[in-house]
């Protein structure tokens, strides 16, 4: 009787001991599939950000080649355009700064300081244009005497510099005038020429700036021509 109570609360030990072994399998196996679906989790998770990194690098690589054809869309007419202006308006700051030491009106020295602050800008942004063209900036033949008065319209001549240079008070604003109005409405012809036939949008916007503001300069010139 007794070696069977034995026999019994052994094989129930054995029991409770497989049961609780059971346990501890499945519980091995839930933590390992669980940990197995996290690093999927996590390697989908990489996989699905890659191609996003990835589009945006395409999407800069884009965008700088844009900004890149942007810059060399010109033609030859923005390359004319810009070298004759610079020379054009290298001529008008030129006359402008005459005004400061000789003309006696004080509107006349207002409007001169006006011409040589706006194209001055002109002339370096139009510099900036053709540096990045790989075209040559034109040199600075201002105040060197040479004639220019065919290459372009409304352009002095030596001589018509030289008797400008001479003149001082009343007579030096009424040549000032007369001949910054003949330059500015050969500006205007060339700003025409160019929001016709240039591509560079820069260029064009600049050309169309020139045109309306030298105009009204023209206008405002005659007007103080008429006064005197």
């Not at 409007?111 to 139009?126: C, H, K, T």
């Not at 008065?149 to 008070?169: H, N, Q, T, V």
Request: hydrophobic share 40%; aromatic share 4%; with cysteine.
């Amino acid at each position: 009787m007794t070696a069977h109570r034995t026999f019994v609360r052994r094989a129930a030990f054995a029991a409770t001991a497989g049961a609780a072994a059971l346990v501890l399998a499945a519980c091995g196996s839930d933590k390992s599939a669980g940990g197995h679906d996290m690093g999927a989790k996590e390697s989908g998770s990489a996989a699905a950000a890659s191609p996003k990194a990835d589009d945006h690098g395409k999407a800069e690589g884009r965008n700088s080649a844009d900004a890149h054809n942007s810059a060399d869309a010109h033609n030859s007419a923005d390359v004319s355009f810009s070298k004759e202006m610079i020379q054009h308006h290298r001529q008008a700051v030129e006359m402008a700064g005459l005004a400061e030491g000789r003309a006696a009106s004080k509107d006349v020295k207002s409007l001169a300081a006006r011409i040589e602050g706006a194209q001055d800008s002109e002339i370096e942004n139009m510099s900036g244009w053709l540096t990045a063209w790989g075209e040559e900036v034109p040199a600075d033949m201002s105040g060197m005497g040479h004639d220019m008065s065919s290459s372009m319209p409304g352009m002095m001549s030596a001589g018509d510099m030289e008797a400008l240079k001479k003149a001082s008070g009343g007579d030096f604003d009424k040549k000032f005038l007369v001949m910054m109005v003949k330059h500015h409405e050969g500006a205007v012809t060339m700003g025409r020429t160019e929001k016709s036939d240039g591509k560079y949008g820069p260029a064009t916007r600049l050309a169309a700036d020139v045109v309306t503001a030298q105009t009204a300069e023209i206008e405002q010139m005659n007007k103080m021509l008429g006064k005197s």
